[in-house]
Nanobody
Framework: QVQLVESGGGLVQPGGSLRLSCAVS??????????MGWYRQAPGKQRELVAT???????NYADSVKGRFSISRDNAKNTMYLQMNSLKPEDTAVYYC?????????WGQGTQVTVSS
């Protein structure tokens, strides 16, 4: 059973930065095999995909975060990251990681990001 553990969230003022981490464990596979993604879910809204990275390292971003967020991966550590800069109140959400495409692994608990002054 693959386990996803997200961390690095917190309370930050508008314009601030956070770096999220996603540790993938209990798998014999390297995450390099998979296209991966960061998702977020704000209160009362559906989960949305905000950033993806292919097995070859190509990244893509939702328009709402383009130019502010950066996704990366460390395949040796089976870990993925999301560097978030110039944060805005509308970035407030629980952030999750998972495969880019279905079938997804079981979702982790996520990490809360709150952007507020």
């Amino acid at each position: 059973q693959v386990q996803l553990v997200e961390s690095g969230g917190g309370l930050v003022q508008p314009g601030g930065s956070l770096r999220l981490s996603c540790a993938v464990s209990r798998t014999i596979f390297s995450i390099s095999t998979y296209a991966m993604g960061w998702y977020r879910q704000a209160p009362g809204k559906q989960r949305e995909l905000v950033a993806t990275i292919t097995s070859g390292g190509t990244s893509n971003y939702a328009d709402s975060v383009k130019g502010r967020f950066s996704i990366s991966r460390d395949n040796a550590k089976n870990t993925m990251y999301l560097q978030m800069n110039s944060l805005k109140p509308e970035d407030t959400a629980v952030y999750y990681c998972n495969k880019r495409f279905s079938p997804h692994w079981d979702w982790g608990q996520g990490t809360q990001v709150t952007v507020s002054s």
